[in-house]
Structures are given as C-alpha cells and as structure tokens.
C-alpha cells in the first residue's frame, strides 16, 4: 500500500522516444514536497535521472538527462511523468518513479517508490 504504479517503458530504437507514467496509489503520496525518477543497468548502482517539486517550478536533472529527458507532473491528477528522447542504448535501464520530501538527486530523500518498468534501447 501507498506505493506508485508505473506504465510504459519497453523496447524503443536508437533515437526514438518513449513518455513514462507514474500515478500514486494514495494521494498523499505525491502530497510530499518531490517526485523524481531514478535508473539502475543492470550490474549497476542506482543512478539519479530528474526530479520536480510540487508546484513543478523546481525541476533538476541529471548530466546524461539534460536536454534529452523532461520531467512534469499533473495535480490533480496526482501522476508524474517522464519524457525520454533521443534515447541511446546508455539509457537501457529499469526506471522507478519516487516521491519524497526534498527534490534532491540522493536516493535518500525519498520514501515512496514505483515497482520500475523496463526501457530498452536496442536496433
């Protein structure tokens, strides 16, 4: 219970794009001061992607985001999303959705999280 539910991901060419969405299962979930989207490879640590505050005027991204992701969020109704573009096989990941009291790129800060979809970037 209170966890965040994902939809999208799957396989996408090199190039393509790809919009994720996150919708929480109770909505003081996403009451919290954050949202954010985080990535782990396989074989690889957690790595930090984007994250946006409730009124969605602060938003930061990770180096490898920057003018290619963008995150946003509709309140109500309480779902963030992320858009992935010009995607490479670098961004082949599993993807998870949070929110969490800062917006912050530590793992740290964040109390809920979505299950993660899987994003393939492959020819």
């Known amino acids: 219970q209170g966890q965040l539910v994902e939809s999208g991901g799957g396989l996408v060419h090199p190039g393509g794009s790809l919009t994720l969405s996150c919708t929480a299962s109770e909505r003081r979930a996403f009451g919290l001061s954050a949202v954010a989207w985080f990535r782990q490879a396989s074989g690889k640590d957690r790595e930090f992607v984007a994250a946006?505050?409730?009124?969605?005027?602060?938003?930061t991204y990770a180096d490898s985001a920057k003018g290619r992701f963008t995150i946003s969020r509709d309140n109500p109704p309480n779902t963030v999303y992320l858009q992935l573009n010009d995607l490479t096989p670098a961004d082949t990941a599993v993807y998870y959705c949070a929110a969490g009291e800062i917006v912050a790129p530590s793992a740290r800060h964040y109390t809920y999280w979505g299950r993660g979809p899987q994003v393939t970037v492959s020819s």
């Open positions: 946006l505050n409730r009124n969605g005027g602060d938003k």
